[in-house]
């Protein structure tokens, strides 16, 4: 069935460093894929998604390009921010369901 | 944006009694709703399926008669966790799609509410 897999946490960074969250997916298809983040004691928020191979999804300097070859959707940003500090989730659209990797735990130290 | 909201945000509640988490869509009609479950530095795991009018889709695993949910109207759901015990304690998050969702859309997610059994 479909999954997402991705790198395990926590990752610990200082500010300004680059940062990769790892995401590679199985499904049958071509699903839509989702970064989402969620703040200490909150729900989720969309951060970034693509919805077919080789587009990029972009938001608040984080960016994922759907790779169909690699099935992977890693999560970039050049420059972390202590703000940035939080658990990040990939996710693929199925059908009728969203499917959730399970999660990064992203802490930035001043 | 779309807003979802839940009510409550926390809960308290003795082992044995049942409590009732709302999720309503405040700016958009949803069809679909969704209620997961979130442990602790975990995942979210899909608990059910919510569609106005029908009875909601449970994902297996997950026991209807313990966890009911009523999707009278196009923006409420409702999540009653009934005869609660200690290992029900857990973090909720329900989400909504509007009318219009197609596959490549997102869904809307609430803030969450977090319960616990005493």
């Known amino acids: 069935g479909n999954s997402v897999t991705q790198m395990e946490g926590p990752v610990t960074l200082s500010e300004e460093a680059f940062l990769t969250i790892n995401c590679t997916y199985t499904?049958?298809?071509?699903?839509?894929l989702f970064w989402y983040v969620q703040y200490p004691g909150e729900g989720l928020q969309l951060l970034l998604k693509?919805?077919?191979?080789?587009d990029k999804g972009s938001n608040k300097g984080f960016e994922a390009t759907y790779r169909k070859e690699t099935t992977s959707f890693h999560l970039e940003k050049g420059s972390v921010q202590v703000s940035d500090s939080a658990v990040y989730f990939c996710?693929?659209?199925?059908?009728?369901?969203?499917?959730f990797g399970q999660g990064t735990r992203l802490t930035i130290n001043p | 944006g779309a807003v979802v909201s839940q009510h409550p945000s926390r809960v308290i509640c003795k082992s044995g009694t049942s409590v009732k988490i709302e999720c309503r869509s405040l700016?958009?009609?949803?069809?679909?709703m969704f209620w997961y479950r979130q442990f602790p530095k975990q995942s979210l795991m899909l608990m059910a399926t919510?569609?106005?009018?029908?009875?909601?889709?449970?994902e297996q695993g997950v026991e209807k008669d313990k966890f009911l949910i009523n999707h009278a109207s196009l923006t409420l759901s409702t999540l009653t966790v009934t005869s609660a015990h200690p290992e029900d304690s857990s973090f909720y998050i329900c989400?909504?799609?509007?009318?219009?969702?197609?596959?490549?859309?997102?869904?809307?997610f609430g803030p969450g509410t977090r319960l616990l059994v005493l």
């Open positions: 989400s909504a799609r509007d009318l219009a969702w197609r596959p490549k859309e997102t869904q809307y």
């Open positions: 499904a049958t298809g071509y699903p839509s």
């Open positions: 693509a919805t077919k191979a080789d």
């Open positions: 996710a693929q659209q199925g059908a009728q369901k969203l499917v």
């Open positions: 700016d958009f009609q949803a069809t679909t």
């Open positions: 919510s569609n106005e009018g029908s009875k909601a889709t449970y």
